[in-house]
């Protein structure tokens, strides 16, 4: 049981380049979410996403897409990169009812030049 | 709007002294929260949550919370700190599936 796995965990993108943030959890959990942490802000909700097919924007979503074809991915696109998308990146997991306990991947370290 | 606010940005203690770290929230029903660790280079880890029932709830590393709902706060404590525990300390408080975070507080222990 590997849990939440992010790839890759560090990347340097160029001003304008895409790339994908690959997200996966092996737990059956039906929620997953995208949050970036910057210091002195704490986490930030990026984009969520309840089951597979749904998904819904949080308090940060621009310049950034979702989708949820399966269960156990949730990959999150950087469309055209920009410094201020510096970041790292945590991707976390939820078991369905009420729980609320999140459960996080090791994060990814995006550097925009 | 939900929000966790955690007045400290910074916080030294002596190796062996006692913690208490603390957070207010914002939340218009019964809230649920939660106090994360984080290592320096990695990720998030539960110490402790709180859901509904005994105030006072009991986590992992020997921390404790105590959720008063009068204050609307949820301070974390540990009797005597370790060298070990220097990390940022993150509260936060469910919203539906989402987590709204505090901006941390970066434990800094001295020998």
């Known amino acids: 049981n590997a849990g939440v796995t992010q790839t890759p965990k560090f990347q340097v993108l160029k001003t304008g380049q895409s790339m994908t943030l690959q997200c996966a959890q092996d737990m059956n959990h039906e929620y997953m979410s995208w949050y970036r942490q910057d210091p002195g802000m704490g986490l930030r909700l990026i984009h969520y996403s309840v089951g597979a097919g749904i998904t819904d924007q949080g308090e940060v979503p621009n310049g950034y897409n979702v989708s949820r074809s399966t269960t156990e991915d949730f990959p999150l696109r950087l469309l055209s990169a920009a410094p201020s998308q510096t970041s790292v990146y945590f991707c976390a997991s939820t078991p369905r009812g009420l729980s609320y306990e999140q459960y996080f991947g090791p994060g990814t370290r995006l550097t925009v030049t | 709007a939900q929000s966790v606010t955690q007045p400290d940005i910074h916080i030294t203690v002596s190796e062996g002294a006692s913690l208490e770290l603390r957070c207010n929230y914002s939340y218009g029903a019964t809230p649920y929260l939660f106090w994360y660790v984080q290592s320096p280079g990695q990720g998030l880890q539960l110490l402790l949550k709180?859901?509904?029932?005994?105030?006072l709830v009991q986590g992992i590393k020997g921390f404790e919370a105590e959720f008063k709902r009068s204050q609307s706060s949820f301070n974390l404590r540990k009797p005597s700190v370790h060298w070990s525990d220097a990390a940022e300390y993150f509260c936060a408080v469910g919203d539906g599936n989402k987590l709204v975070f505090g901006a941390g507080t970066i434990l800094r222990v001295k020998s």
């Open positions: 709180y859901f509904s029932g005994d105030t």
